[in-house]
């Protein structure tokens, strides 16, 4: 095992503070989000409904379809956060690499505006050596 000391480990542990964060409201915000789309999605009234008989991706994303999606958008939005929570301590590497990549795909992502940015910043902060290091030690 690689141990490094406490001062480099702190270092990289503050550098993954602000994406680790980020991340985690970002997937707090589309939680939120998915839940809302679920309870709409449940009681009819999705964003078919409110198009009233309109064609397309609206249309497309009420009902059967639409609770999928948002079941699939909060799962994806827990993954995020939890893998988040294990930047954020550096806990598992893998965790948090998955979670800022999950976080960049577009529709799938807990909250599409913020987790591309986010999750470019996660990526460039865990691809350094020395914040790599501070999870295996």
Known sequence: MNYEPDGARAAALDQL??????????????????????????????????????????NMLSGGIGIMFSIIGLVMAVVVFMGASKMKNA????????????AMIPCVSP?????????????VVLL???VKAAFQG
Do not use: D, H, T
């Not at 994406?19 to 989000?33: F, S, T």
């Not at 909250?111 to 986010?118: D, M, Q, S, W």
């Open 17 to 58: 503070k602000g994406p680790a964060i980020g991340l985690m409201v970002a997937a707090g915000i589309g939680a939120a989000w998915q839940v809302l789309s679920l309870v709409l999605n449940l009681m009819g009234a999705g964003m078919g409904a409110m198009m009233r008989g309109g064609e397309g991706i609206p």
């Open 91 to 102: 806990e598992s590497y893998g965790f948090a690499m998955a979670a800022a990549i999950i």
């Open 111 to 123: 909250c599409c505006l913020l987790g591309l940015p986010l999750g470019i910043w996660a990526l």
């Open 128 to 130: 350094k050596p020395e």
